[in-house]
T-cell receptor, first 114, second 117 residues
């Protein structure tokens, strides 16, 4: 069964530093891969999605993610962290084999230090 | 812009009360979902619906029921609220990609933080 692993439940970076949030999926290439962001007491907002059209996907707020089939990874990056990036980030895949369920990672809380 | 609207942001209910959480989407999406989110446990799927009057149990359906009488509206019902149902509840909707046999991205509401006392 498909699973999604996010390495690091908490990540801290200094303002202006590179942001790298890791995500690995378990097995067959899912139809879609997503990154979502959640600010405190808010719902999840889509940052970007991979649809197999291009391996490097650009999203909102300067984030991007690279799909690497050989590593079963879909890591999220941003060249320069901003204080407003502090939030929780979720990696997710869409269901396979005609299922309706999404598979979410457990989330990574990003802290940005001044 | 797709909009998913949950009827309440914050709710406080008493143990044993019947609680209704309402969710409306405005993009004609077939699929709708209810999740609960708890610290350290991530998002857990309670129920989902892929069509009007259709529903499927998710991973933690016990103590909950749902209703989908109209395509745009998906309601979550706590039959008899208990303190262990204190949580953040998130509604989402998505479009089905028939070519790939899966959902495209999910659009989430703002969430309802429910406290049962």
């Amino acid at each position: 069964a498909q699973s999604v692993t996010q390495l690091g439940s908490h990540v801290s970076v200094s303002e202006g530093a590179l942001v790298l949030l890791r995500c690995n999926y378990s097995s067959s290439v899912p139809p879609y891969l997503f990154w979502y962001v959640q600010y405190p007491n808010q719902g999840l907002q889509l940052l970007l999605k991979y649809t197999s059209a291009a391996t490097l996907v650009k999203g909102i707020n300067g984030f991007e993610a690279e799909f690497k089939k050989s590593e079963t990874s879909f890591h999220l990056t941003k060249p320069s962290a901003h204080m407003s990036d502090a939030a929780e980030y979720f990696c997710a895949v869409s269901g396979t084999s005609g299922t309706y369920k999404y598979i979410f990672g457990t989330g990574t809380r990003l802290k940005v230090l001044a | 812009d797709v909009k998913v609207t949950q009827s309440s942001r914050y709710l406080v209910k008493r143990t044993g009360e019947k609680v209704f959480l309402e969710c409306v989407q405005d993009m004609d999406h077939e699929n709708m979902f209810w999740y609960r989110q708890d610290p350290g446990l991530g998002l857990r799927l309670i129920y989902f619906s892929y069509d009007v009057k259709m529903k499927e149990k998710g991973d933690i359906p016990e103590g909950y029921s749902v209703s989908r009488e109209k395509k745009e509206r998906f309601s979550l019902i706590l039959e008899s609220a208990s303190t262990n149902q204190t949580s953040m509840y998130l509604c989402a909707s998505s479009l089905w990609d028939g070519d790939r046999g899966t959902d495209t991205e999910a659009f989430f509401g703002q969430g309802t933080r429910l406290t049962v006392v």
